[in-house]
């Protein structure tokens, strides 16, 4: 499908010079990015480029087929330019983003209010009016922001015939940080503790991705050892989130054997992160141009003795979750996206696998260490709570066994190179598989080869819309179970 | 077979939960490298070296005055430890950082080589929250690891509970609150209106450099600079995040609960 794309094409983990990319009027740009869309393109970003008095669109398109990404830009103009939700519902949230960060309406959207922005009195997300149903028997339910638990905040607000869920409108922004903002003309010195803090669960992945346009942009790559211990670190991070989620699961249907042991079992995978590292989330070990720490013999030796015992408990632990009719009986036919919703709103992740959809960096996109040592990609049809407990469940299995692998057979040589400062006016971009699905980063440098601009796109940006639409004809007493199968971010979609 | 298997674990694993603060502490990774402690007699004259390579600007020295390193905004990185040419930034190892005061975690000044630690509330506070302290937890710009790491201390290997600590649903319930992240400014209506709704006498506690003093975010326009620019602060835990052992014995050492500790550390 590619071969004919008027798009630049480019592969994960590089760069093109800026004056390569493909530019048209903007009408012919939404038109051209539809067209690639309607045959099997995907969203990877779609973010604006300050130039001149206006802004340039700029898309970063994926083939995964193709194993290609593709860029393309408009010329850059102010004002309106025609919608593309209206047809390609996955763009509904990069159209909103757009609109509040440089002032270009995508005329047609259907609900063009705020993402993130600060209300008037400076103390509060922008939320906007909400989508309310009408009729007596409708009533409204608003949760949060402050959630009763240890979570992050965001506000859900749910319209609702009785226990029936009718519409479920997610509003988010209460995280926001600036962290984009204060990526222009950097890196700065605070940049790799914020790419580390993106969203803290997801360190590596973001670290990862933040390293890999680093040396994009330089035109070099990391040694063959850092990029193994990047894919070692990942895994890692796939295996005690996906962990905990189990244990949150179970926990959400009273089934307390596997909550209490998959909670405990968690922090034992966080612990192997630390040996690897110091921190128990990651953070100082991935740095652009290699990693910080190296993984010993010795080390190595005890980072595979207690991921056995890790993975053992886990098994054990899940299995019991399995075993029960209760639990499979509370998940099954709950909380439903069908594959051809996943496929409109460009779900990502194991929640896109979980509906069939076959879609991992690691396998579509492969980068780094990834070119050589692959994980079978983990589907599951059906797209309800099951699925997506199920893909958690497969993919606890495949990392460990990947990690098995990659444990017996290290990458030997540097741990870290020299970085040759970033070419000017490029654009680089970098997706990473993390937990939650694709980390996608892209960089695009000025004359001096500084940030000219930053984009961030976390897999919860993707997904949020999935979690809105599982709650559809759910009663609401099955959003926390909805919501913890999804498990997305606050932090990586608010920046 | 879930229930028989279940049993004959639990039976076979016995009691997970640590001995801490009875017995030993659980050992920092390796690589953590645990407090920091800055000995300002060692440096150079004129010596500004870890200045620039601090990422969260935790460090500064002005001229004829010693280095000062504010373990509030440190994010434990210890690049300034790396590059210090005289050895006097060190980590020190230790899990304990937890402060009272804010100026008790800034480092340098002579007889201030290390953090100040927390002491216990007074007598009827103590008598209030010694032996039940509920809490409600406000993540306020967090990014999720200083949320898991409190969380994780509700799990049955450190169980919380124990000590009458319990995370509530509302602030209604709630003793305090316990607050991570730099507390956005989206964030900060909903602060106000949660700490208003914790009924006085109460307690706030930040966790992370992020709510100590906006961590690796300090100065976006987008944020506060910590949780004590909206709400008294009554204990400071540093850590990006902090391990969850720093996180508990902040909390028994406001608590008055750690009359053994030393006991039991010998």
């Known amino acids: 499908m590619s071969a004919t794309t008027p798009f630049a094409l480019l592969a994960n983990a590089t760069s093109l010079p800026w004056a390569e990319i493909p530019a048209w009027p903007v009408a012919e740009f939404v038109h051209a990015t539809a067209t690639e869309l309607n045959r099997g393109a995907r969203f990877c970003a779609w973010f604006g480029v300050p130039e001149h008095s206006g802004t340039c669109l700029v898309a970063v398109l994926a083939f995964d087929v193709d194993n290609t990404l593709a860029v393309g830009r408009s010329e850059a103009f102010t004002g309106a330019y025609p919608a593309l939700t209206t047809t390609h519902p996955q763009a509904h949230l990069f159209e909103r983003e757009v609109w509040e960060q440089h002032g270009l309406t995508p005329a047609g959207h259907p609900w063009l209010k705020p993402v993130r922005r600060t209300n008037e009195k400076g103390n509060a997300p922008a939320n906007g009016e909400f989508f309310r149903v009408e009729g007596g028997e409708v009533h409204e339910v608003a949760v949060g922001p402050v959630h009763a638990g240890v979570i992050e905040p965001g506000h859900f607000r749910f319209q609702c015939a009785g226990e029936e869920v009718l519409h479920l409108e997610i509003a988010l922004g209460y995280q926001h940080r600036g962290i984009e903002e204060a990526l222009r003309d950097g890196p700065h010195r605070a940049t790799m503790s914020q790419m580390e803090t993106v969203a803290g669960d997801t360190t590596i992945a973001h670290a990862t991705a933040y390293a890999t346009v680093m040396e994009a942009l330089a035109g070099t790559e990391a040694p063959l050892r850092a990029q193994w211990l990047r894919a070692v670190a990942l895994e890692l991070e796939r295996l005690a989130n996906h962990t905990g989620d189990m244990g949150a699961l179970a926990g959400d249907v009273a089934f307390l054997p596997t909550m209490s042991a998959c909670g405990k079992i968690r922090g034992d995978f966080l612990n192997l992160t630390a040996l690897m590292c110091g921190n128990r989330f990651g953070r100082g070990l991935v740095r652009p141009g290699g990693c910080r720490h190296d993984l010993d013999a010795g080390r190595a030796a005890q980072l595979k003795e207690r991921l056995e015992t890790a993975l053992a408990d886990t098994k054990q632990a899940v299995a019991w979750f399995w075993d029960s009719a209760a639990v499979r009986a509370r998940f099954e036919n709950v909380g439903t996206v069908f594959p051809a919703q996943a496929t409109a709103i460009g779900l990502v992740g194991p929640a896109a696998r979980a509906c069939g959809l076959v879609r991992d960096v690691r396998f579509d996109h492969p980068a780094g260490w990834h070119r050589f040592a692959q994980a079978p990609v983990a589907v599951w049809p059906v797209g309800d709570v099951f699925a997506r407990a199920k893909v958690r469940s497969l993919e606890i299995e495949r990392s460990g066994d990947y990690l098995r692998e990659q444990l017996t057979a290290p990458a030997e040589g540097e741990l870290r190179g020299e970085l040759a400062p970033p070419a000017p006016d490029t654009l680089a971009v970098a997706l990473v598989e993390g937990w939650r699905g694709e980390v996608c980063h892209v960089a695009l440098t000025d004359a001096a080869g500084r940030f000219r601009r930053y984009k961030i796109v976390d897999p919860s940006f993707h997904n949020w819309m999935g979690l809105a639409l599982a709650l559809r004809g759910t009663a609401i007493s099955d959003f926390p179970i909805c919501n913890k199968s999804f498990n997305l971010s606050y932090c990586g979609h608010d920046l | ?266």
């Open chain 2, 1 to 266: 077979m879930f229930i028989i298997d279940t049993i004959t674990h639990r039976l076979k694993r016995g009691c997970e939960t640590m001995a801490y603060p009875q017995g030993p502490a659980p050992v920092l990774p390796d690589r953590h490298g645990g407090a920091l402690k800055v000995d300002a007699t060692q440096c150079a004259a004129g010596c500004t070296a870890c200045v620039p390579v601090c990422p969260t600007q935790a460090i500064t020295r002005l001229a004829g005055k010693p280095v000062a390193l504010d373990l509030g905004r440190c994010i434990f990185c210890a690049a300034c430890v790396e590059i210090c040419p005289s050895k006097a930034i060190t980590q020190t190892g230790d899990y304990r950082m937890a402060v009272r005061r804010r100026e008790d975690l800034v480092l340098g000044a002579p007889g201030k080589e290390q953090v100040r630690l927390a002491v216990a509330l007074d007598k009827k506070l103590r008598r209030l929250f010694g032996r039940s302290l509920r809490l409600r937890q406000v993540s306020a710009g967090g990014c999720a690891a200083c949320e898991a790491d409190t969380n994780v201390l509700g799990t049955i290997g450190w169980d919380l509970g124990r000590f009458g600590i319990q995370f509530v649903a509302s602030p209604r319930h709630a003793d305090g609150l316990l607050i991570t992240g730099p507390v956005t400014k989206n964030m900060e209506l909903a602060l106000q209106k949660t700490y208003a709704a914790v009924a006085a006498p109460k307690i706030v506690i930040a966790v992370g450099a992020c709510a100590i003093a906006g961590g690796p975010f300090v100065g976006h326009a987008q944020v506060n600079n910590g949780a004590n620019t909206i709400v008294p602060v009554d204990l400071f835990v540093p850590g990006c995040p902090p391990h969850p052992v720093t996180i508990l014995h902040g909390l028994l050492a406001l608590l008055g609960r750690l009359q053994n500790e030393n006991r039991a550390a010998r």
